[in-house]
């Protein structure tokens, strides 16, 4: 008698692995904003706060690097329960030492976090349908968003008085194990890592490259120096945890549309337009600081939300792009790749945020977000008037008049 091997395409794994992705969200959350909030409360230098943010992101990156080949040696699982394991025990490390050696436990988080990315991403990505893969990522950053605005509302107000906060993140990471481990769906194959390299990446989907790179340097301040950013700005602890929580409640409302759009529309123009809209709404909250402070923290939530759903959201759109434009079948690769694009930005924009902010005040944060997104925009535009997005027919995008090459290049 032959036992059948589970199914690795089977709604149970891909629930077991996003049921686990949303408690590390959780967990993660909680502890992305009790420690820029309380270094901030302690008087620490706002460049001390962006360093170590972007300690998070360096480790990040170290993790692109090394942890592909871990989950392919050891499988998805196995994988994810080591990196949830070494999450836990970094958190618990927090209230044992000073604010200025917080950047040690969150290099180590950084770099399990990279670990439950690859797991993640290459899971659901390698597993979705071409036509649907998109709208399967927006699902899946939807209920991120869910999880991460319920930990900062709900756990928010707790985390101003107690240190117990990180032993309750701690148990989160912990108890993200309990529905991966439990499955009897296997993860997908990874018999073998296929290597995309950036210039490679670069060559088939610069759009990709930008968007994941910009997500990074916009979503890197806005998750970590937000805190920081509010406090400056004179809110009391309250509002600043409302303002950081109106970002992602923006990224929520437009996950799903630009999720939709990511597979019936060609990319670069979703980017132009998201990356534009953030240069115009920080240059028009920086003018309202600058000229009505009074009326400034009535516009900051508002202009905050719509800034998170411009910008955040358009990771689904570049990696849904990479996705097409380089084939499933390098998922662990391509995976690593990308994220190792959104941990570069994540990693230098803490830092030159913080560094504005530390010259200019609260409004060099602003400043930052719209001289970056004006940039983008621009090169954004020269891209499309230089090649012209492909047309869309039947679910395929073709160039106009394409040759063979660029049909292989362009199909969907």
């Not at 990279?114 to 349908?129: F, L, R, V």
């Not at 991120?144 to 240190?163: E, H």
């Not at 079948?329 to 990693?347: D, I, R």
Request: with cysteine; proline share 6%.
């Amino acid at each position: 008698m032959t036992t059948q091997k589970p199914p690795t395409g089977s709604v149970a794994a891909l629930g077991a692995i996003v049921s686990g992705a949303l408690l590390l969200q959780l967990a993660g959350t909680i502890v992305n904003m009790v420690v820029p909030l309380r270094m901030a409360v302690a008087g620490q230098p706002p460049l001390l706060i962006g360093l170590v943010a972007s300690a998070y992101s360096v480790g990040f990156l170290v993790g692109c690097f090394a942890m592909p080949s871990l989950v392919r040696r050891i499988g998805h699982i196995r994988a994810f329960a080591v990196f949830a394991a070494l999450q836990a025990a970094a958190t618990l490390s927090f209230p044992l030492m000073s604010e200025t050696w917080w950047a040690a436990p969150r290099l180590f988080m950084g770099l399990a976090a990279a670990g439950h990315g690859i797991c993640i991403e290459s899971w659901i990505s390698g597993q979705a349908s071409g036509a649907r893969r998109g709208r399967i990522f927006g699902v899946y950053q939807l209920l991120n968003r869910v999880a991460m605005i319920g930990s900062q509302l709900g756990v928010g107000y707790l985390a101003i008085q107690s240190q117990d906060v990180f032993l309750l993140a701690s148990m989160v990471f912990s108890i993200a194990l309990i529905p991966v481990a439990l499955t009897r769906a296997r993860g997908p194959e990874s018999s073998e890592v296929v290597s995309v390299g950036l210039k490679a990446l670069w060559r088939q989907a610069p759009a990709a490259v930008v968007g994941c790179l910009y997500v990074g340097l916009v979503s890197g301040p806005l998750t970590s120096v937000t805190p920081a950013y509010g406090i400056l700005a004179g809110l009391d602890q309250r509002d600043t945890i409302l303002l950081t929580a109106g970002i992602q409640l923006g990224a929520l409302l437009m996950q799903w549309p630009m999720s939709l759009l990511a597979d019936r529309v060609a990319s670069r123009p979703i980017m132009l337009c998201a990356v534009s809209l953030v240069a115009a709404t920080a240059s028009a909250l920086l003018i309202i600081q600058s000229a009505e402070p009074s009326q400034a923290r009535f516009w900051m939530f508002g202009l905050f939300a719509l800034i998170g759903g411009c910008s955040v959201p358009l990771y689904t759109v570049a990696v849904t792009h990479a996705y097409l434009r380089i084939g499933r079948e390098q998922a662990v690769g391509l995976s690593a790749q990308l994220l190792f694009l959104w941990g570069t930005g994540a990693a230098i924009g803490p830092v030159v945020a913080t560094a504005l902010m530390q010259v200019l005040g609260a409004g060099g944060m602003l400043v930052y977000l719209m001289g970056l997104s004006a940039l983008v925009a621009i090169y954004i535009a020269l891209r499309i008037t230089r090649k012209p997005s492909p047309l869309i027919l039947d679910g395929e995008r073709v160039s106009p008049g394409p040759t063979i090459p660029e049909i292989e290049l362009t199909k969907r």
